[in-house]
């Protein structure tokens, strides 16, 4: 009886730790990105903002701008960090319009090679990686609280318009 009531509690505080789904990975960007078809096969964990995102006839192809990752995987939003460009590939149906361009994402997969695509008037060879987890960053004004610049009152009952006492005698000065 206790063992299940211990499952029981134990189960109803598991949370979703999205740190559980990425893995520190021993491969770095720019070791990644020196060599793509080295470290086919191997699974890594990157992160940074979409450029573009393309529904082909067997994939969708995201274009995205690497960027740093903090503790919990997610990418830094200072983009003179960036080492580059990678390519992430989900082989499942994945709406480009749940991804827009500008997003902060954090992508861990298997490295699948390289590919050499136009970059304004050079070819640039972007690696490859065949997304396992996606994350996607909620934008950082709806993540952050609100806050007025003055304190705001809300009048009750007992409060006219020009915020004094109704039964205060006219004008209120």
């Known amino acids: 009886m206790i063992t299940a009531w211990a ?7 598991a949370s979703t730790d ?6 520190a990975s021993h491969v770095s960007y720019v070791q990644l990105k020196g060599s793509p078809e080295t470290y086919t096969g191997q699974t890594v964990t990157l992160g940074g903002k979409v450029l573009a995102a393309k529904r082909l006839k067997e994939e969708t192809r995201i274009e995205i701008l690497q960027l740093p990752l903090d503790s919990s995987f997610k990418p830094t939003h ?17 709406d480009p319009a749940t991804i827009p361009s500008g997003t902060f994402v ?6 699948a090679g390289s590919i050499t695509m136009p970059l304004d008037e050079m070819e640039y060879l972007y690696p490859v990686v065949e997304i396992k987890h996606l994350r996607v960053w909620p934008t950082d004004e709806a993540g952050q609280p609100r806050l007025r610049p003055y304190p705001y009152i809300v009048p009750g009952p007992y409060w006219g318009p020009y915020w004094h006492p109704y039964w205060a005698p006219w004008p209120y000065w």
Do not use: N, P
Request: glycine fraction near 12%; aromatic fraction near 8%; include cysteine.
């Open 78 to 94: 200072d983009l003179r960090k960036s080492q580059g460009r990678f390519v992430a590939i989900k082989k499942e149906f994945l």
């Open 18 to 23: 999205d740190r559980l789904e990425f893995d």
């Open 7 to 13: 499952l029981l509690v134990s189960s109803g505080c």
């Open 106 to 111: 954090t992508v861990g997969g298997d490295v």
